[in-house]
């Protein structure tokens, strides 16, 4: 008995209880964040007054209403949104592929997702009338979708053979993907009309500046299923650490997890893509920084994700926003700036593992 | 368990050539055979791993009859060598094989699986940190954590093993051999590929000599390690000792029989 609190029993279950430290440090953040984001912009509404005016029944100017109901409440939904669906799909993914490089901007399921938003606005027309109605605004994120879904198949079934993943093969296999893609797309925007161009280009410089409601209906639900799914595969993606084989014996579906965890990804990431652009490093960065502070279990991990990588995102458009106000700077350099040192310490740490 | 008719093809060579062969509970059957002769293989295909044409009955129910969390609550797998891809406490480790068995309510097992292995204190260290032996018992724990050595159940829980000594010093070989026949014991069942003879002759209830992709001889320690047919197994002249005292065998290559390492007591 004293061998085993000699032997410092403390400090895995402290990894599982700080991981739940974490969670709610990260929501108190995550709260904190949205109401600054709230309240900071560049035409100087304030949230207080507003809301105090709200509240007491008092007159608020249409102008202060527009500013913030309309701008900004849906920009910082979408910047939960999709900060939650980057991390998340980047643990899930890294969890599937059993390594801390994969990441869906890095390894082309974001081109692939970007590929099925131009194809849906280039030949979104050609669709019967009926299908377009019923898909609605929600046909760009679908598309996206179906993109991210088709690359990171080709990517899994590239990099894998018998329940291994080579990471050589697979950043390779990525650069290869996104380069096919990258044509494709190039393609489908030589062929495209003057209006078509018009919304490309809107699409492609993504950011957060472009969100509103109709854009968050349409991709809420595909981003939502797609983080909902996490918490059911952290046990299996546990498992699979050890290898395909190894989480089978432990009595893991593998099969199933690997299906779910590739849908999942594909909808997180898709959508995300659809509405946003691409955005990248999000994926990468969260995890690993949770990783250190909480350990590598996806059963804390993946919520963990979720908030981390909502104030992540959420705090990276307020300095995109701030930093050369009142004009913006593009999002996806502010993540590109926090994410890429990061990516490289990773890389340069693995680099007598990875077989290159 | 009962496996008939075993086939495995891997590309376009053919593995194993119909093994029939049958293991029971409450023993320990060892798998031996020179390098190459589909030990392993035909351990991955017992345990479902790669595909095979063939029947595999554990405890009187095909083997594509269980679910998958079924059949790890009653047989756990050791396999040869394993990657972790993330920075895993040993104690983590050993609780994912924990978490899938039917002890999994008892907190304390992933402890006392670690000191059954002689992991004590090492709980909290980090698995890729661990020597390649540490590594072994730190999973031999992960597997006995899963089918806990000392539940009673009705239907006995088996433990396939690839080597499980491989990269053990000579002491701790003895303390997994012994583990393994605790386990069998207790009414479980063990099924091991294993390289070393000696440690096969003093510990296996039942031996599975195989070539080539075929069992060459099958029974007791002392009808299968036998001169004449450890010789045609492994292709090198091999004599077979059997020591008065215990009663077991004692095999050593011919070629070079410096017979220093007798077994102390």
Known sequence: MTEQVASGRASPTDRVRRGRRVTAALALLLGCTCVISLSQGAAGTDLWPVLYATLTGGGVAQMDRIILLDIRLPRMFMAVLVGASLAVSGAVMQGLFRNPLADPGIVGVSAGAGLGAITAIVLGGLLPAVLLEFFGSSLIAIAAFLGAWGATIILYSVSTRRGQTSVATMLLAGIAIAALVGAMSGLLIYAADDAQLRSLTFWNLGSLAGATWTKLAAATPIMLAGIAAAPFLARGLNGMVLGEAAAMHMGIPVQRIKRIAVLSVAAATGAAVAVSGGIGFVGIVVPHLLRLATGPDHRTLLPNAALLGAALLLGADMISRSIVAPAELPIGIVTAVLGAPVFLYILLRRRGTMGV | ?265
Request: one cysteine or more; hydrophobic letters at 45%; proline letters at 5%.
């Open chain 2, 1 to 265: 368990m009962q496996a008939h008719d075993i086939r495995v093809t891997i590309g376009r060579r053919d593995i194993l050539h119909g093994i029939c062969m049958q293991a029971r509970a409450g023993e320990l059957t060892a798998i031996v055979g020179p390098n190459g002769s589909g030990k392993s293989t035909l351990l991955k295909a017992l345990t479902a791993e790669i595909d095979f044409v063939g029947q595999v009955e554990l405890n009187g129910r095909a083997l594509t009859d269980y679910r998958p969390w079924d059949l790890a609550a009653c047989r756990g797998v050791l396999q040869q060598s394993l990657n972790v891809a993330f920075p895993f406490t040993v104690r983590e480790i050993v609780q994912l094989g924990h978490g899938a068995g039917l002890s999994a309510a008892d907190p304390d097992i992933p402890d006392r699986a670690l000191s059954l292995v002689d992991l004590d204190g090492f709980a909290n260290r980090f698995y890729h940190e661990l020597s390649g032996g540490e590594q072994q018992r730190t999973q031999l724990a992960r597997v006995l954590a899963q089918v806990w050595i000392e539940a009673r159940t009705d239907t006995p829980r088996w433990l396939f093993l690839d080597e499980p000594v491989s990269s053990l010093d000579i002491g701790h070989q003895y303390v997994v051999m012994d583990l393994t026949r605790r386990f069998t014991q207790n009414g479980g069942g063990v099924i091991a590929v294993m390289h070393d003879l000696n440690l096969t002759a003093m510990y296996a209830d039942h031996v599975v000599l195989m070539e080539a992709g075929e069992v060459l001889a099958a029974g007791t320690a002392s009808e299968t390690l036998t001169t004449d047919l450890l010789s045609r197994a492994y292709g090198c002249p091999v004599s077979v000792n059997t020591p008065a005292p215990a009663g077991v065998p004692f095999v050593l290559p011919q070629a070079r029989a410096r017979s220093n390492l007798a077994p102390a007591g």
